[in-house]
């Protein structure tokens, strides 16, 4: 699939692991595999020629195992979605540095839990996978904190924040169930926008 730019296969009850082809891909820029059942661990091979264009990688809710690729930091991408997983060990701190307005600007691993699965010193949200929750970081950080002080603490794991996404098309999206936003794709700028914002 040589133009292929995008990948949108989310929601459905696929299985396999993660397509081999997408590592030589040159033209992907959005892949979004998430909410399926795909499985086995992921190819550190993400700094190869054929994906230097991805922009989005939205892995969430799936059964995907083994540590997260360290060259994923080598990539320009502004999302990365990878909570409710199988994954365990540290977020590559090289995705940390690319945090901010030009760089990446939305990163959800499995950093919620006592202890969590995947450490994130700049996660923008930090998921329980046992719990099926997500807070912000700092609230994650806090109630954690909290919670090693008083052992009867009751985290409201009730408690999930609006979380946004940006993909290249109008899109209804969740990372929970109340989790959701709506955004646009404006082809005569190339920015992504919320919704509201282009009508």
Known sequence: WPGLIGIFLDGNRFTGTFPEEFYNNRAL???????????????????????????????????????IPQSLEKLGVSIVSIFYNNFTGPVPEGLCNKVGPTGLVFLEADCDGDPPDNECSCCTYCCDRDNRTCRDIETARRLNEEKHVRDDFDIDHEFIPNSDKLFPKRRHLQTSDSCTAQYVWKAETGDLVLFEEAT
């Open 29 to 67: 820029q959005y892949i979004d595999l998430s909410k399926n059942d795909f499985s086995g661990t992921l190819q550190d091979r993400f700094d190869e020629t054929g994906l230097n264009s991805l922009i989005v990688l939205s892995l969430d809710n799936n059964q995907f195992s083994g540590t």
